[in-house]
């Protein structure tokens, strides 16, 4: 299956955005390297085009996020990993925008309080930062703690989200209405 990338900017340096053919994204790393678009013959129903608009529509809710008008993403993903790792990262995406968690906690939640380490072992092989929220997951004693990004833009990241979504007025300019972005109940 043939992955296309895009380079986007943001706060945090430049972000690669990687998706599949399938239309589901792949990655989003920080500080990566120059993105491609790659063109090539695709073998299923979505193909090139269904990918790069995806990775359109990646990078606009992602100015969104890092704008202040954005809590949730709403793009297709594709997670390869162990179950557990799977198991991990659905559980990511259930920690609200604003919050934090530690480590444990979510081995907790997940059934497995003695699962700390595992957890955090997870967390880190993440392949979609950002969307899937391993920013929120902190040590025990509130500290942050590792992060693919950098601690300085887990740190950013937090402090973004600390503040709370902006409302489409306080952007907007006069006379210009934005529609909020719609969460998954």
């Not at 491609?36 to 695709?42: C, G, M, Q, V, W």
């Not at 997870?122 to 969307?131: D, E, K």
């Not at 950013?156 to 972005?181: I, K, M, Q």
């Amino acid at each position: 299956m043939t992955t296309l990338h895009a380079q986007v900017e943001s706060p945090l340096g430049p972000i690669v955005l990687s998706a599949d053919t399938s239309g589901r994204l792949t990655g989003v790393c920080i500080g990566g390297v120059a993105g491609r678009l790659e063109a090539k013959t695709p073998t299923d129903g979505h193909g090139v085009d269904g990918a790069t608009q995806l990775l359109r529509d990646a990078a606009v809710q992602l100015d969104e996020y890092f704008a202040g008008r954005r809590t949730c993403f709403e793009v297709p993903v594709a997670l390869e990993g162990s179950p557990f790792q799977q198991q991990v990262w659905a559980e990511l995406r259930r920690i609200p925008y604003g919050t934090t968690q530690s480590y444990g906690q979510l081995a907790a939640r997940l059934g497995r309080p003695g699962a700390a380490r595992a957890v955090g072992h997870a967390n880190a092989r993440n392949p979609i930062a950002v969307i899937v929220p391993c920013h929120r997951v902190i040590g025990s004693s509130g500290q942050l703690t590792g992060y693919g990004g950098g601690l300085g833009a887990k740190r950013h990241l937090l402090a973004l989200e600390a503040r709370g979504p902006v409302s489409p007025s306080d952007t907007a300019p006069v006379g210009t209405s934005l529609p909020p972005s719609p969460c998954p109940g």
